[in-house]
């Protein structure tokens, strides 16, 4: 297995992995920001990256069709970057930007996208563009039964259901029906979070000056953390290397 052969490694300084479940966040508005800094950074493998696990669909295959690709390890061949990773100060101050309204897709038996960050208090618009039925199955922090926020079958008449996301941490989502189906959703109470793209890229602007943790959380590493410090009109670089074991 691909995690008993490999652990994390971060250039230049330390990291920890704390788990594997959702966390949350705890902060505290702060004042107008005057002359932020920027952090920037990619979260990458630099030898040897997992392929994409190939799943096999029994359930409405001619939607799902026959097989999908996990998300889970989405990496970049070029720079070997990761993406869905979340990446947040932790115990900073400063005000979440304002809430809005955002979606999350049934499409083709995948959720779209696999993974967002989102400020607390906003609305998810839960869409199915499948036609089929689908279940929609939300839980805070792990999918374990007892952190069931609300599970709701979403059957091809009902193109929409909202959902009001008021509580800071990670929402897992999962649809019983085909199981294969994952989605990640961080509920922020500050500003300062980004999610990695298609090459493992991440950018959090105009951050106080000061030295601050930074957490990246992935659906199956878990939660890194690591240093930084932020100079006035600055970019500082945090980069999170995945180093097979030596």
């Known amino acids: 297995m691909f995690l008993s052969v490999f652990s994390l490694a971060l250039v230049a300084g330390v990291f920890l992995l704390r788990s594997r479940t959702g966390y949350t966040f705890e902060n505290k508005p702060g004042p107008a920001v005057v002359d932020g800094g920027t952090i920037t950074g990619t979260v990458r493998f630099p030898k040897e990256y997992p392929e994409r696990?190939?799943?096999?669909i029994s359930k409405d295959p001619q939607v799902c069709g026959a097989f999908q690709?996990?998300?889970q390890f989405v990496v970049n061949e070029d720079n070997h970057g990761l993406k869905n990773v979340v990446v947040t100060l932790v115990n900073v101050d400063g005000k979440a930007p304002e809430k809005g309204v955002f979606q999350l897709d049934q499409n083709k038996c995948r959720y779209v996208p696999h993974v967002q960050a989102?400020?607390?208090?906003?609305?998810?618009?839960?869409?199915n563009s499948d036609g089929i039925l689908h279940?929609?199955?939300?839980?805070?922090?792990?999918?374990?039964?007892?952190?069931?926020?609300?599970n709701k079958a979403q059957p091809k008449f009902?193109?929409?259901?909202?959902?009001?996301?008021?509580k800071p941490g990670?929402?897992?989502?999962?649809?019983d029906i085909h199981d294969h189906m994952r989605a990640y959703i961080a509920v922020m109470d500050q500003?300062?979070?980004?999610?990695?793209?298609?090459?493992?890229k991440f950018e959090i602007t105009n951050v106080p000056p000061g030295t601050y943790k930074v957490q990246a959380w992935h659906e199956v590493l878990g939660t890194l953390?690591?240093?930084?410090?932020?100079?006035?009109?600055?970019?500082?670089?945090?980069?999170?290397?995945?180093l097979p074991n030596e």
Do not use: M, W
């Not at 696990?53 to 096999?56: A, F, I, P, S």
């Not at 989102?118 to 869409?127: A, D, F, K, Q």
């Open 158 to 166: 009902l193109k929409r259901i909202k959902q009001v996301l008021d």
């Open 135 to 150: 279940n929609v199955h939300a839980y805070f922090g792990s999918f374990d039964p007892k952190n069931t926020v609300f």
């Open 225 to 242: 953390e690591k240093e930084v410090q932020v100079q006035a009109g600055k970019t500082a670089e945090v980069n999170f290397d995945i």
């Open 191 to 200: 500003p300062y979070y980004a999610v990695s793209d298609e090459a493992g």
């Open 69 to 71: 690709y996990s998300e």
């Open 118 to 127: 989102v400020p607390v208090g906003s609305t998810l618009e839960i869409v």
């Open 170 to 175: 990670i929402y897992y989502f999962k649809c």
């Open 53 to 56: 696990e190939k799943v096999l």
